[in-house]
T-cell receptor
Framework: DTEVTQTPKHLVMGMTNKKSLKCEQH?????MYWYKQKAKKPPELMFV???????INESVPSRFSPECPNSSLLNLHLHALQPEDSALYLC??????????????FGPGTRLLVL | KQEVTQIPAALSVPEGENLVLNCSFT??????LQWFRQDPGKGLTSLLL?????REQTSGRLNASLDKSSGRSTLYIAASQPGDSATYLC???????????FGSGTRLLVRP
């Protein structure tokens, strides 16, 4: 199984809503990532979890709150978002770095629209 | 600061043509370079990963080369097919962190 799944596929939310994005993998990967991708732009790294601990936070606003409850799950909690946060949110996973990078496997993404 | 550039931004070719996509990076001290494919509105699919000690990698009709000293990589696609139409992204890893730095991609259209 080389699949990363993400739910929901699409999400529309108001600026006062609280919602969560979910990512799951069963490949035994211990590194998981959240990326944000705007239209016609490359993905931008937001967060990295390694062995369920946050290892990289790319200065992301606190209205985005990541959570890694176990080695297979990664959540992104959203609160008080702005319209400019509308984007495709991608999750990825990989084996832990051993001095070099393993291939990252990406999920299909959640298309988020903030009204 | 590492910058990754991909040229051209868009490319349209007839089916069956061999083609080359280019990727350049400003700092040659990289761990590896990866090529990804992205279909519209979808996630990324890893195509090839070249470690810094390697010169090239091949998978089927795809061949990627890496020249660290000149800060360049190419993705060669042989006998292109309409199903190859997608955006192709290259990304470099600079160090032992997990961070990938992406280029802005080349949008490829293969015409039947």
């Amino acid at each position: 199984d080389t699949e990363v799944t993400q739910t929901p596929k699409h999400l529309v939310m108001g600026m006062t809503n609280k919602k969560s994005l979910k990512c799951e993998q069963h490949m035994g990967h211990r590194a998981m990532y959240w990326y944000k991708q705007k239209a016609k732009k490359p993905p931008e790294l937001m967060f990295v979890y390694s062995y369920e601990k946050l290892s990289i936070n790319e200065s992301v606003p606190s209205r985005f709150s990541p959570e890694c409850p176990n080695s297979s799950l990664l959540n992104l909690h959203l609160h008080a978002l702005q319209p400019e946060d509308s984007a495709l949110y991608l999750c990825a996973s990989s084996r832990p770095s051993l001095g070099y990078q393993e291939t990252q496997y990406f999920g299909p993404g959640t298309r988020l629209l903030v009204l | 600061k590492q910058e990754v550039t991909q040229i051209p931004a868009a490319l349209s070719v007839p089916e069956g043509e061999n083609l080359v996509l280019n990727c350049s990076f400003t700092d040659s001290a990289i761990y590896n370079l990866q090529w990804f494919r992205q279909d519209p509105g979808k996630g990324l699919t890893s195509l090839l990963l070249i470690q810094s000690s390697q010169r090239e990698q091949t998978s089927g009709r795809l061949n990627a080369s890496l020249d660290k000293s000149s800060g360049r990589s190419t993705l060669y696609i042989a006998a292109s097919q309409p199903g190859d139409s997608a955006t192709y992204l290259c990304a470099v890893q600079e160090d032992s962190s997990y961070k990938l730095i992406f280029g802005s991609g080349t949008r490829l259209l293969v015409r039947p």
